[in-house]
């Protein structure tokens, strides 16, 4: 397993995805929290959309992005047809397709095009580089997650995570 593969789904910089997202309590996803932008389901959501774009990028889809930031968080419909169960199943199969796409040591050399907000160029990187940058993505939303779920007096979960 290389470091990308590891930073994305394993023990690396931060506790493992798949602890941060154990064992919420259900009400605890939607509970807003005083001074916060978005709740537990609304930044998760927000990870798995822009996962799901790096992963169209990676198969030579060149899905757009919003033209503007809130076009990336879920809207009250969105909330509505899907289940924090479901989301999170979302997450992680999408997750597990992006740690194939790092293990890919061969294919992480190879350009892909990557669309950016209207206006701005095209971006053009390795997918290496995108790669880079959805583990920064996911690291940094899953840290608030960690956040408000520390704010929220859930945390760390029984498979462990950070606590210093």
């Known amino acids: ?19 941060i ?26 990870v798995t959309f822009w996962q799901q774009i790096s992963l169209d990028w990676f198969a030579g889809r060149e899905t ?6 809130s076009g990336g968080f879920p809207t009250a419909q969105d909330r509505a047809g899907e289940s924090w169960d479901a989301l999170c199943s979302r997450f992680f199969v999408g997750l597990e397709q992006a740690a194939v796409v790092a293990g890919d040591e061969a294919g992480l050399d190879a350009t892909i095009r990557c669309p950016s907000p ?10 290496r580089d995108q790669t880079i940058s959805l583990v920064a993505h996911n690291t940094y939303h899953l840290g608030r997650v960690v956040l408000l779920r520390q704010m929220l007096g859930s945390w760390p979960p029984a498979s462990g995570g950070f606590t210093w």
Do not use: F, Q
């Open 1 to 19: 397993m290389n470091e990308l593969v590891r930073a994305l789904v394993g023990d690396s910089a931060a506790a493992p995805p798949s602890h």
């Open 64 to 69: 757009p992005v919003p033209e503007h930031a």
């Open 21 to 46: 997202l154990e064992g919420i309590d259900r009400h605890l996803v939607d509970a807003m929290v005083v001074g916060a932008p978005h709740t537990i389901y609304e930044e998760l959501w927000h």
């Open 118 to 127: 209207a206006g701005k160029p095209v971006r053009v990187m390795t997918v």
